[in-house]
């Protein structure tokens, strides 16, 4: 099954409010949006030091929060889980209203699904046909469908829900300058309804900031029940999401 996201994305950076007793704060801030061409150019260190100058000196806590998420979103991405952790926790802490909770939640859930992975031997079980299947995964937005149409139905929109909602646009202005990149995210529900494995397929050049929001998506999903086979037996299958990135 595929779930089909499409979005234009527009051209943004970190938000900022500076008065002429601020000066040397805006210049600092000028530095921040630069942050898109110095990563995509490969300078990440440069990139890095200007994230670093804005959390120890910016008085404005959304910059100082939003320079914290790119910085442990750069350390995900580039698979230093450990570096990425303390920063989710700097976040955190930091984060007084929250703002950043969901995103810094569904990025440790996908830390912990992928953990899963590595821990599990990889063996051939061959996944039962969606003709065999007689109920789709139920997501706790759909709980009150009572049909497999319904609950198809649901499933499809909810998903397309969640991307169009929740998807960073900020990351692919930040991180790359491709204007066009398709990524096809599958995963599997297993039959305890858990997602249970994640594989990306990039059709354009691999990049791993994109990747890692867009699989950030699925981790948010929030499945209760697994999908159920014609025994009325629960059972595992597999999903991809394909989600289109453009900018103008």
């Known amino acids: 099954m595929a779930v089909a996201a499409f979005f ?3 051209c943004g950076s970190i938000k900022n409010t500076t008065t002429k007793e601020e000066k040397k704060e805006s210049n600092q801030v000028e530095e921040v949006k630069d942050l898109r061409s110095l990563f995509s150019q490969g300078d990440s260190q440069k990139a890095l030091n200007i994230l670093n100058e804005t959390i120890s000196k910016s008085k404005d806590s959304n910059q100082v929060e939003e320079a914290l998420y790119l910085k442990g ?6 698979d230093d ?4 952790i303390d920063v989710y926790d700097e976040l ?9 909770l969901t995103k810094t939640s ?10 899963s992975m590595s821990q599990v031997t990889e063996k051939k079980d061959s996944l039962e046909t969606f003709l065999m299947i007689k109920s789709f995964p139920t997501l706790k937005e759909c709980g009150t469908s009572n049909t497999d149409n ?17 998807y960073d646009t900020n990351i692919g202005e930040t991180f790359t300058l491709s204007n066009f990149n398709r990524i096809y995210v599958n995963y599997e529900i297993n ?4 997602v249970s494995s994640i594989k990306s397929i990039t059709r354009n050049t691999y990049n791993p900031y994109l990747t890692l929001e867009a699989e950030r998506m699925v981790a948010l999903l929030n499945i209760i029940k697994p999908a159920m086979n014609q025994d009325d037996e629960p059972m595992k299958i597999k999903v991809s999401l394909p989600i289109t990135y453009r900018t103008q």
């Not at 979103?73 to 580039?78: D, G, L, Q, S, T």
């Not at 319904?150 to 929740?166: A, E, M, W, Y």
């Not at 039959?191 to 858990?194: F, L, P, S, V």
């Open 8 to 10: 234009v994305i527009a």
């Open 73 to 78: 979103f750069y350390f995900h991405a580039n």
């Open 81 to 84: 889980i450990t570096a990425a």
């Open 92 to 100: 955190d802490e930091y984060d007084a209203d929250n703002s950043y």
């Open 106 to 115: 569904s990025l440790r859930k996908l830390m912990d699904i992928k953990e």
């Open 150 to 166: 319904l609950l198809r139905d649901c499933f499809k929109s909810t998903v397309n829900g969640i991307v169009v909602n929740n």
């Open 191 to 194: 039959d305890q309804g858990q």
